[in-house]
């Protein structure tokens, strides 16, 4: 009897203990939010100026990689001048591929996965990085529970989208059409971060413009929807 008390006792201390850690997450992540959007009453959303920027996912070879991807390419597209754009994962294992299917989706407007090779997340990377953004609260609470001193740089990418869904879902076992919607709203978040770059990012001078001739451009393929 003393030891099925005790079993019960442990269990009910295990159930309430996970509770008070999610109650804990939604009012953590509620404040975020709220952050969020007295940020976007602002001018300039954010307060320093922007170098580099980072987008971490889960395994780095969906979400995160086809952020960085379309990125670059929709800066190349506005003549402006690119922060350096990186991205990782906490996957443990380096050097994974992109699956194919998700490979075929992002193709479809332009932008090649095919060469991508996963990266995990490290400590300089972050340091490097004036904004990170991460897709779900797994990622966010992975960030900040392994990098702390991070947190006050890091961002819900999904806010930044016109229908202010914060997460964005990880596609790696969505059918198509499930994927395609994962991807479409990393592609409006993106949209709409880049409105909120605009403020620190520079044109491209015309040697610049000259040296990224030689550099395949996605303009002719790039378009807003898949």
């Given at each position: 009897?003393?030891?099925?008390a005790t079993r019960l006792t442990k269990k009910i201390f295990?159930?309430?203990?996970?509770k008070m850690r999610e109650l804990q997450e939604e009012r953590?992540?509620?404040?975020?939010?709220?952050?969020?959007?007295?940020?976007?009453?602002?001018?300039?959303?954010?307060?320093?100026?922007?170098?580099?920027?980072?987008?971490?996912?889960?395994?780095?070879?969906?979400?995160?990689?086809?952020?960085?991807?379309?990125?670059?390419?929709?800066?190349?597209?506005?003549?402006?001048?690119?922060?350096?754009?990186?991205?990782a994962g906490f996957h443990s294992r380096t050097g994974r591929?992109?699956?194919?299917?998700?490979?075929?989706?992002?193709?479809?407007?332009?932008?090649?996965?095919?060469?991508?090779?996963?990266?995990?997340?490290?400590?300089?990377?972050?340091?490097?990085?004036?904004?990170?953004?991460?897709?779900?609260?797994?990622?966010?609470?992975?960030?900040?529970?392994?990098?702390?001193?991070?947190?006050?740089?890091?961002?819900?990418?999904?806010?930044?989208?016109?229908?202010?869904?914060?997460?964005?879902?990880?596609?790696?076992?969505?059918?198509?059409?499930?994927?395609?919607?994962?991807?479409?709203?990393?592609?409006?978040?993106?949209?709409?971060?880049?409105?909120?770059?605009?403020?620190?990012?520079?044109?491209?001078?015309?040697?610049?413009?000259?040296?990224?001739?030689?550099?395949?451009?996605?303009?002719?393929?790039?378009?807003?929807?898949?």
């Amino acid at each position: 009897a003393v030891r099925a008390a005790t079993r019960l006792t442990k269990k009910i201390f295990k159930r309430a203990t996970s509770k008070m850690r999610e109650l804990q997450e939604e009012r953590t992540l509620a404040k975020v939010k709220s952050q969020h959007m007295l940020k976007c009453t602002r001018p300039n959303y954010f307060d320093d100026s922007l170098q580099q920027l980072m987008f971490v996912c889960y395994g780095n070879i969906c979400r995160s990689p086809f952020a960085e991807h379309y990125l670059q390419s929709k800066l190349r597209e506005l003549s402006l001048a690119e922060p350096t754009v990186t991205s990782a994962g906490f996957h443990s294992r380096t050097g994974r591929t992109t699956p194919a299917g998700i490979a075929m989706l992002a193709a479809e407007i332009g932008i090649d996965l095919t060469q991508h090779r996963s990266r995990v997340v490290t400590k300089d990377q972050l340091a490097a990085a004036d904004a990170i953004f991460v897709m779900d609260r797994r990622n966010y609470r992975e960030l900040v529970t392994q990098f702390p001193w991070a947190i006050d740089k890091t961002y819900f990418l999904g806010l930044f989208a016109e229908n202010d869904k914060m997460e964005i879902e990880d596609p790696y076992d969505m059918d198509k059409e499930r994927a395609r919607n994962c991807l479409q709203q990393v592609i409006e978040s993106l949209d709409g971060l880049l409105r909120r770059l605009l403020p620190y990012v520079q044109p491209v001078t015309e040697f610049d413009k000259r040296s990224q001739s030689s550099q395949p451009s996605l303009e002719a393929h790039t378009r807003t929807n898949i």
